[in-house]
């Protein structure tokens, strides 16, 4: 059974690295990034991660489109490892240079309030302008964290459109 859900999407742009200078968190922490990561190991950061923000675009992909997009070269993906496990992930997209796209940022359940959020995007926003890029582009939704809207404008983004979407949602 799908159920539909209302969402505000708030579009947000930066057109000048900020420089953000964000500590990293304590403890053990590392940011890898995945090359060519395996699809059932991006499905499970996907999944995890977006499940109760009602991520469902790279859902409803097969392997062989899903693998075109994350393993292309212009995409690079980012995996944040605290105390050896994956807490959190992104992806920056520059297919579309000069203007990047910061696809997904997320943290898994089990590592949120920790601050790791905010730890996570100034590194995906650093990485994004060390390719100079015109503008880092970005998107959220009333469907994902709170936090979310704000840490972005936070570090730096400016909204410069928002739209309301409905949002179709399989039950299963």
């Not at 240079?97 to 995906?124: C, D, H, S």
Request: with cysteine; glycine share 6%; proline share 8%.
């Amino acid at each position: 059974m799908a159920i539909e859900h209302e969402t505000t999407v708030t579009y947000l742009e930066m057109t000048a690295d900020p420089h953000l200078h964000t500590p990293p968190p304590t403890g053990k922490t590392a940011l890898i990034r995945a090359e060519r990561p395996p699809i059932t190991f991006y499905r499970y950061l996907y999944d995890t991660i977006g499940h109760g923000y009602l991520w469902v675009d790279r859902k409803r992909l097969d392997d062989d489109a899903l693998a075109a997009i994350i393993h292309d070269e212009a995409v690079d993906i980012y995996v944040l490892y605290r105390n050896g496990w994956p807490a959190g992930y992104f992806e920056l997209d520059f297919r579309n240079m000069p203007e990047v796209e910061l696809e997904y940022l997320g943290i898994v359940p089990e590592a949120l309030g920790q601050g790791l959020g905010r730890y996570l995007l100034a590194q995906a926003i650093s990485l994004a302008w060390l390719r100079n890029p015109q503008r880092l582009i970005v998107q959220t939704c009333t469907l994902d964290h709170p936090k979310a809207l704000p840490l972005y404008q936070k570090c730096g983004f400016v909204p410069y459109a928002q739209e309301t979407k409905t949002v179709t949602v399989d039950d299963a």
